[in-house]
């Protein structure tokens, strides 16, 4: 069975830093599109970034926060990494990682990705 498992999530304040994690098994991750996406309370679940599969040549980030979070993968560890930097609060909400079959060119929305982990909570307060 295919499993997603984020960490990293907690509590930071604004213009800190965290470093979110997704640990994919038993697949190999090189042969699936990455993606990360948040969801707030009350509002709907958003794409945040995605890379491509093998090699995460091909990036997407959400407007919102470009220059402050970045995409990568390790495909021998089967990880998948979003690095965010500067966080505001409103960065905070669940943020899942997700996969899917890589077929095509990168398309980062929800509904694209079935494949979702349970979720990690980042939240940024003062």
């Known amino acids: 069975q295919v499993q997603l498992v984020e960490s990293g999530g907690g509590l930071v304040q604004p213009g800190g830093s965290l470093r979110l994690s997704c640990t994919a098994s038993?697949?190999?991750?090189?042969?699936?599109?990455i993606g990360w996406f948040r969801q707030a309370p009350g509002k709907e679940i958003e794409a945040v970034s995605c890379?491509?599969?093998?090699?995460?040549?091909?990036?997407w980030y959400t407007d919102s926060v470009k220059g402050r979070f970045t995409i990568s993968r390790d495909n021998v560890a089967n990880t998948a990494f979003l690095q965010m930097n500067n966080l505001k609060s409103e960065d905070t909400a669940v943020y899942y990682c997700?996969?899917?079959?890589?077929?095509?060119?990168?398309?980062?929305?929800?509904?694209?990705?079935?494949?979702r982990g349970r979720g990690t909570q980042v939240t940024v307060s003062s």
């Open positions: 997700a996969t899917t079959w890589s077929k095509g060119p990168l398309e980062c929305a929800p509904g694209r990705f079935p494949t």
């Open positions: 038993p697949y190999a991750l090189e042969f699936y599109d």
């Open positions: 890379n491509s599969a093998p090699d995460g040549s091909t990036t």
